[in-house]
């Protein structure tokens, strides 16, 4: 299968918006290559405007176009997006239920040699903290796309949360894409393993490793973290009996909260979670951080034994 970028999925994205309609925009921080905002800029620059590395800036503008009746798409990296500038997405566009997109690219451990200070590891937990903010993290280069063109008249503002390498395309035109609604991808009887972004491919390299060891697990794109798709996390857990969730995100705040906050609600079953562990990352190949940080398909693996010791 190829590996494309998800930043591609979301520039894409963006061209299609952009072609259709008059009243969206795209703001870039200086960073247009590496969130491939320049595709916009350099084919629809009427619908363009870089603010420069000012974050707050950024967000506040963001928030009068909206006000004004367009519809702004808000691209920079995620760490400094969510960080830098939460003050104003929380007063000042979430407060006011703007209609504001946020696009958080190069997020997760695997941007790699840029280092703790790159590395967004923290922004779903603030995102989905927020009143009014939807949350998605999409799997994949197309779903970014859909997830970009779906988001387009959804009510409130919308953050995106997507990375900088290439992962592999599991995803197509016809795969079935609604905010809040989760996508199963395989069924089995012994654990169900709750995943999003790249970590949704992780989860289907762990189910077939494991398949071949007689043990059968259900896999869930759990694309939207806000909205949660509450059924099918209770569908999961009472078929399966067991939980993993898996994230490039720390573990505090992120999947593994969210989807806790239903189980323990509804259906309590044992859980394990795959994701980085209260500690900031390092620079390095992305590859090897993933494996360092423990978010791959074998840490999956690993933490579905766990479960299923668990379960009994």
Not at 190 to 212: I, S
Not at 234 to 255: F, K, N, P, W
Request: aromatic share 6%.
């Amino acid at each position: 299968m190829p590996r494309i970028p998800q930043r591609d999925g979301y520039g894409q994205g963006l061209l299609d918006l952009c072609a259709a309609r008059p009243d969206v925009v795209v703001l870039d921080a200086d960073v247009a290559a590496s969130t491939r905002t320049n595709w916009v800029r350099d084919r629809f620059p009427d619908h363009f405007y870089n603010l420069g590395i000012s974050e707050q800036d950024l967000v506040g503008t963001a928030a009068g176009l909206a006000l004004g009746g367009q519809i702004p798409y808000v691209s920079t990296y995620g760490v400094f997006l969510s960080g830098r500038a939460f003050d104003q997405i929380r007063t000042t566009v979430c407060y006011n239920n703007l209609k504001v997109r946020f696009g958080g690219a190069h997020a997760g451990i695997s941007v790699g040699p840029d280092g703790a200070t790159h590395q967004a590891l923290e922004d779903l937990a603030l995102a989905r903290v927020l009143p009014h903010m939807t949350v998605i993290a999409p799997c994949d280069s197309a779903q970014t796309r859909k997830a970009v063109l779906a988001a387009v008249d959804w009510p409130g503002p919308v953050y995106f949360r997507f990375g900088r390498e290439a992962v592999p395309v599991i995803t197509d035109e016809t795969t079935p894409f609604t905010i809040g609604k989760a996508r199963l991808v395989q069924r089995g009887r012994d654990c169900a393993v709750l995943a999003c972004g790249a970590m949704v491919y992780e989860a289907l390299v762990a189910a077939q490793a494991l398949a071949a060891q007689g043990i059968s697990l259900t896999v869930v794109d759990l694309h939207t973290i806000k909205p949660l798709d509450e059924a099918a996390i209770q569908e999961a857990a009472r078929s399966c009996g067991a939980l993993v969730t898996a994230e490039e995100h720390q573990l505090a705040g992120g999947l593994f909260g969210a989807v806790s906050e239903v189980v323990v609600r509804t259906c309590p079953v044992p859980m394990e979670a795959v994701a980085v562990q209260d500690t900031f990352g390092e620079s390095g190949p992305p590859e090897a951080l993933l494996v360092r940080y423990g978010l791959n398909a074998d840490a999956i693996a690993q933490a579905v034994r766990r479960c299923l010791a668990r379960k009994g």
